[in-house]
Each structure stands twice: as structure tokens, then as C-alpha cells.
T-cell receptor, first 112, second 111 residues
């Protein structure tokens, strides 16, 4: 157990809908990262927050957004969902801006 | 940008050593990681090495880094059936906080 929690574990929704994925980092970690794992794209970095501020952006679609709250938990919002958004979404956390990233168990999103 | 490559599959017998290889393209990568993913599970950080090191040993795991060739390997000694999983190599460049992952190597350990 890495200490990073993610909810929900599974999510099934229809195209065009909007969902919110939630992540709680390890106690004491200030950085939160979001990654997407799909069969065709592999593991791709989406976005990083550090102590409430966006710090790095990767291959994140405009339909996706994220935020980190004062209690350091983070949410990833996915809207206007398409079939191709079906994937495993991982959250990771680290103590500082860099260094070892510890991953949560992931949220499996299925868009039908 | 950074590109990380791994072979897709490795099969070994229980008790043998496994060596999983990885190459990366960005010589500025300063942190190199190995993660393990079991079916239906998240990514477990196994070990990491800084770019100024050649080798790191952690119990059954040995990481070798050839910075000149941009080649990283993970050796698992006395491989057990419980080591069967997908192993990901990942690189990070100081100043760019994202991890760039390889495609993963599926390790199958047979009794």
C-alpha cells in the first residue's frame, strides 16, 4: 500500500458525460500527479500540482481539468467523454517538486 | 522529447536471474526508476538510480546504468513466481517533473 488513495475504483459512464476522479496523496506529500494508462498510448503524464498550484502539464486534453485543494487532495475532471477516454487513471504523489512518485491503485474509467 | 523503450516480454524459470533492459534518449535524465505493476493493481515503486551512479543494489534487485549508452537494466536475482508482473522503466529530467514511461516488459516466471 503506497498511501495514495483514489476513488472511485471503477466508473462506467456514457459518451458526452462528465466525471470527477479523486485522489488523496500520502501524508506529507505536497505534489500530486495525474497519469493516464491506455492500451494504445501506454502511460502518459497529464498534469502536476504542487501545494495547490499547477506546475507541469503534459498530454492533457482541453476537455480535462484538475485542481488541488487546500487539504492537498486533488480532483481530475473529465468532460464531454468519448470512447477513447476509457483508460486507467492514476494519481501519484511526492514530497517535493521532484523525486520518487508513489502511485495510487488507479480509477478504471469505461465510457460506453 | 524523451523516449523510453523496453522489450515487451521476458520469460524465465523460477530461481533464475531476470534482466530487464531499458533505453532512453534524453541524456539530461537525472532520475531513472523501475516500477512494477501486477494485474489489476497500481504501480509499485521498486527502486531508482540517480544519473551520477553506475549501480545500485537493493536486496534481490540490482540496477545498472550505462550513461554513455543511455541504457538501464534491472536484474532480479532468484526470480520467484510472485515476481511475474509488468515492469516499467521511467525517466525524469530535473526541472521537468513528469515521468516518461517505457512500454513495460511483461515478466513471466514459470515453476
Amino acid at each position: 500500500d503506497s498511501g495514495v488513495t483514489q476513488t472511485p475504483k471503477h466508473l462506467i459512464t456514457a459518451t458526452g458525460q462528465r466525471v470527477t476522479l479523486r485522489c488523496s496523496p500520502r501524508s506529507g506529500d505536497l505534489s500530486v500527479y495525474w497519469y493516464q494508462q491506455s492500451l494504445d498510448q501506454g502511460l502518459q503524464f497529464l498534469i502536476q500540482y504542487y501545494n495547490g498550484e499547477e506546475r507541469a502539464k503534459g498530454n492533457i486534453l482541453e476537455r480535462f481539468s484538475a485542481q488541488q485543494f487546500p487539504d492537498l487532495h486533488s480532483e481530475l475532471n473529465l468532460s464531454s467523454l468519448e470512447l477513447g477516454d476509457s483508460a486507467l487513471y492514476f494519481c501519484a504523489s511526492s514530497v517535493a517538486l521532484e523525486g520518487e512518485q508513489y502511485f495510487g491503485p488507479g480509477t478504471r474509467l469505461t465510457v460506453t | 522529447g524523451e523516449d523510453v523503450e523496453q522489450s515487451l516480454f521476458l520469460s524465465v524459470r523460477e530461481g533464475d536471474s531476470s534482466v530487464i533492459n531499458c533505453t532512453y534518449t534524453d541524456s539530461s535524465s537525472t532520475y531513472l526508476y523501475w516500477y512494477k505493476q501486477e494485474p489489476g493493481a497500481g504501480l509499485q515503486l521498486l527502486t531508482y538510480i540517480f544519473s551520477n551512479m553506475d549501480m545500485k543494489q537493493d536486496q534481490r534487485l540490482t540496477v545498472l546504468l550505462n550513461k554513455k549508452d543511455k541504457h538501464l537494466s534491472l536484474r532480479i536475482a532468484d526470480t520467484q513466481t510472485g515476481d511475474s508482473a509488468i515492469y516499467f522503466c521511467a525517466a525524469m529530467n530535473t526541472g521537468f517533473q513528469k515521468l516518461v514511461f517505457g512500454t513495460g516488459t511483461r515478466l513471466l516466471v514459470s515453476p
